[in-house]
C-alpha cells in the first residue's frame, strides 16, 4: 500500500483519538485528493437529495433536526474518487493493525448544507443498527472565516464542549457511541465528505439518507 500519512503521525492521532474520543487533523488531504474530492463534489451538486434521520424504513425527513444534502458513494460506480478510497482503506489498516478495533466496512457521503442549516444535537447510532464505530468528517469548505457559523459542536464526557470549524482539509475523528455532536447554524453553504467505519458488515443493506 502505497502509505498517504506517516505512520508516526497516525499513532499519535490515535494517542488522541484514544485519550479524549476525538481527534482532529488539519490539512489531511494532500492537494491531489482534495483536488478529487473538490471537483467531484461539484460535478455531483444536482445527485443530492435531502438527508433524513433513522436506518432504512425508519427514515424520515425532518427539517428541524437536519437541514443536509447527502449524496451516498459507492466505490464501484464512483472510482474517480480512487485516491479517496486508498485513504480511507490505510485509515481502516491502521485502526485494525495498531487500535485492534476490528473494522470491517464503512460508509461515507458527501455532505451540503445549504445557508441557514443545521443538525440538532444526536449521536452517530440508530436506534436499531449500532454498528457506526468511527465517524470520520473532512471539511471542503474554502476561506471559512469567524462569523460563517456551522461549526461542529462535541460534547465531552466532562460536560463542556468544543467548538470546530468546517475549514478545508481538516479532518475531524470521533467515537461513534460516545460523543454527542451537532452542527450550528451555518451561514454559508458548507461542505464536507462524512463517513463512519463499521465494527461488523452492514447486514441491513444500504441506508438511505
Ligand atoms: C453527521 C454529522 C457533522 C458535521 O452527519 O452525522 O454529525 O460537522 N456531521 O458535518
Ligand atoms: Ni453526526
Known amino acids: 500500500m502505497k502509505n498517504c500519512h506517516k505512520l508516526e503521525n497516525w499513532l499519535s492521532w490515535m494517542d488522541e483519538l484514544s485519550l479524549?474520543?476525538?481527534?482532529?487533523?488539519?490539512?489531511?488531504?494532500?492537494?491531489?485528493?482534495?483536488?478529487?474530492?473538490?471537483?467531484?463534489?461539484?460535478?455531483?451538486?444536482?445527485?443530492?437529495?435531502?438527508?433524513?434521520?433513522?436506518?432504512?424504513?425508519?427514515?424520515?425527513?425532518?427539517?428541524?433536526?437536519?437541514g443536509?444534502?447527502?449524496?451516498?458513494?459507492?466505490?464501484?460506480?464512483?472510482?474517480?474518487?480512487?485516491?479517496?478510497?486508498?485513504?480511507i482503506d490505510e485509515t481502516i489498516f491502521i485502526y485494525n493493525r495498531y487500535c485492534f478495533l476490528g473494522l470491517?466496512?464503512?460508509e461515507f457521503h458527501l455532505a451540503h448544507y445549504p445557508k441557514g442549516g443545521h443538525y440538532s444535537k444526536h449521536l452517530d447510532q440508530f436506534n436499531n443498527r449500532n454498528n457506526r464505530t468511527i465517524s470520520v468528517i473532512i471539511y471542503l469548505n474554502k476561506k471559512w472565516q469567524k462569523g460563517d457559523g456551522g461549526e461542529l459542536e462535541i460534547?465531552?464526557?466532562?460536560?463542556?464542549?468544543?467548538?470546530?470549524?468546517?475549514?478545508?482539509?481538516?479532518?475531524?475523528?470521533?467515537?461513534?457511541?460516545?460523543?454527542?455532536?451537532?452542527?450550528?447554524?451555518?451561514?454559508?453553504?458548507?461542505?464536507?465528505?462524512?463517513?463512519?467505519?463499521?465494527?461488523?458488515p452492514s447486514t441491513l443493506g444500504q441506508l438511505f439518507g
Open 20 to 66: 479524549n474520543d476525538y481527534v482532529i487533523i488539519d490539512n489531511f488531504l494532500d492537494p491531489n485528493r482534495l483536488e478529487q474530492i473538490q471537483s467531484f463534489f461539484k460535478s455531483h451538486h444536482d445527485a443530492f437529495t435531502k438527508a433524513g434521520v433513522g436506518a432504512l424504513t425508519d427514515n424520515i425527513v425532518r427539517e428541524d433536526i437536519r
Open 104 to 106: 470491517s466496512g464503512y
Open 155 to 200: 460534547f465531552l464526557k466532562d460536560d463542556t464542549s468544543i467548538l470546530v470549524e468546517p475549514i478545508e482539509s481538516r479532518c475531524v475523528m470521533f467515537k461513534s457511541a460516545v460523543l454527542p455532536h451537532a452542527v450550528l447554524a451555518s451561514n454559508k453553504p458548507r461542505n464536507s465528505l462524512t463517513g463512519w467505519l463499521l465494527n461488523q
Open 68 to 87: 443536509d444534502y447527502t449524496f451516498w458513494l459507492d466505490r464501484k460506480r464512483d472510482s474517480d474518487l480512487n485516491e479517496i478510497w486508498s485513504l
